[in-house]
């Protein structure tokens, strides 16, 4: 049983290949905006860092964005999954957001992010006890074993 991080994916790579839900630890979407400037929302399994204790939801942070575009991205995305802000230094908390984990999901909220923000997203999603048949079946090319 493999543990594997598949990274730099676009939305329709995502879309086009359903994987095992049940065996995703952890997606993040990087809504990239130029060279200098990206957001990322993201989600883990066992629930998103906040303080010493996990909350079953989304997190997001920017990196080069102005705070106008941040609030812009924070609200549409609020709209999207709904969830209870919570901030934390630079990071936003949408906790019990209304997400789900599949594929088309996913590849559908980043799709929705490069609409509405003129961007390019990217996709990585990190997977634990994948069979070697598995393995090879999804993003062979975009793999990196983790330790």
Known sequence: MARVLYWHLTPQEVLARPYPVDKLLHWEIRCILSNESYSSVYWFKAGVPYDKEPILGIAFYANGISKELEEKMIKFLQGKVGGTLMR?????????????????????????????FNARSEIWLEFDGLSDDEVKSLYTAKAIPVA
């Open 88 to 116: 934390r230094s630079y990071r936003t908390f949408f906790s019990d957001a209304r997400i789900r984990i599949d594929n088309e999901y996913i590849a559908r909220l980043a799709l929705s992010m490069d609409e509405e």
